[in-house]
């Protein structure tokens, strides 16, 4: 009888070993939409003091541009291959800017503008960037004239660049000035999905809920804003995450009425103009009555789910980079075996 258990035992330790062993592993899933890019020729040979670089700018009668960059990324190879090669824009730069790289993740040594010496990765974590590209223009006390949090259309770009070469900075908001050049027809309806908030909106009552909340801004006859509704949010992967959102979506021009997030009755257009909304579509986020992140500049599905997850998993709480965060979902996404195609 011991030696039948002892037989069956094994007959069972070596059928559970077979089964594991025969188990295929679960392969790595592909990543794609990676793009390398050079830095263009006309940037300026900077030895990466900042104040030394307005200074010299100043001089010339130009303004320092500063573009935070990392390898790979696709957007940042959108600005070069469409923005940077444009001669209309490359005239305009070379007139009017001194520009400068900073690799968000390099070791270079970068003098602020305090004096303090840090490599580029931690210069670029002191000045919260979180997307590629980011732009900063810095006029001539040192003060950013212009954040871009992202990539910008060539036309747009060239707008935020005679913004600040005009010095408009002090007389008005970008977004103002922006409206000058907009040729939005207001009465244009948007796009709207099933799982958004119908109105009438009460932003201080769905901030309060459980749900985190997000604020999506968008214009009529805006190609951007029907590319998100005929792509990203076709996508399935997106609409689940983003159907745990309370999602309100506002014409970032019309008088219509909503309560605002403290309570008090205004208007999308208001709402828009005190959050300074500039690029269309445009998403403001918040989790438990707090503002996480923006989408301020175009994104493809990948990141529109990845901004999304960032708040709704709470991550944003542990981990401060959102570039960090990225890296990491893309990694466990793959290991599932699925393909991550951060340019589709």
């Known amino acids: 009888m011991r030696n039948l258990l002892l037989l069956s035992c094994l007959i069972s330790l070596f059928a559970a070993a077979s089964a594991f062993a025969a188990a295929p592993a679960t392969q790595k899933g592909d990543f794609k939409g990676v793009a390398l890019v050079e830095i263009p020729a006309w940037f300026k040979p900077s030895f ?43 005239d305009y730069m070379a007139k009017h800017f001194d520009a400068v790289d900073i690799n968000m993740w390099g070791d270079r040594e970068v003098v602020g503008l305090k004096g303090k010496a840090l490599n580029e990765k931690s210069y670029s974590a002191s000045l919260k960037v979180w997307f590629t590209p980011t732009i900063l223009f810095f006029d001539e006390k040192g003060k950013v004239a212009l954040r871009i949090n992202g990539y910008y259309p060539k036309d747009k770009f060239l707008i935020a660049l005679q913004y600040v070469a005009e010095k408009k900075e002090t007389q008005l908001s970008f977004s103002e000035y922006y409206k000058q050049f907009s040729t939005v027809k207001k009465k244009s309806k948007l796009a709207a999905e099933s799982f958004f908030v119908k109105p009438a909106y009460d932003l201080q009552k769905l901030n309060k809920q459980n749900k985190p909340l997000a604020i999506l801004f968008e214009e009529g006859d805006c190609k951007a ?16 995450i983003l159907k745990q959102f309370n999602i309100v979506q506002l014409d970032r021009w019309s008088d219509a009425p909503i ?16 959050l300074e909304i500039t690029f269309a579509p445009y998403a403001v986020l918040y989790d438990k009555g707090l503002e996480v992140i923006r989408i301020e500049g175009f994104l493809k599905s990948f990141h529109v789910q990845s901004v999304f997850d960032y708040v709704l998993s709470g991550d944003y709480k542990k981990e401060t980079s959102f570039q960090r965060y990225i890296e990491h979902r893309a990694t466990a996404i793959r290991n599932t075996g699925k393909t991550v195609d951060i340019w589709k």
């Not at 009755?265 to 005190?274: E, H, I, S």
Request: proline content about 3%; some cysteine.
């Open 225 to 240: 804003c029907d590319n998100l509704h005929k792509v990203t949010l076709k996508d399935k992967d997106t609409v689940d």
């Open 259 to 274: 309560i605002d997030l403290n309570g008090k009755p205004t208007t999308a257009k208001k709402l828009a103009n005190k």
């Open 48 to 90: 990466l003091n900042i104040q030394d670089d307005i200074d010299e700018a100043t001089e010339s009668g130009k303004r320092v541009m500063v573009y935070f960059h990392q390898n790979g990324c696709p957007y940042c190879a959108k600005l070069v291959n469409d923005n940077f090669k444009d001669k209309r824009t490359v």
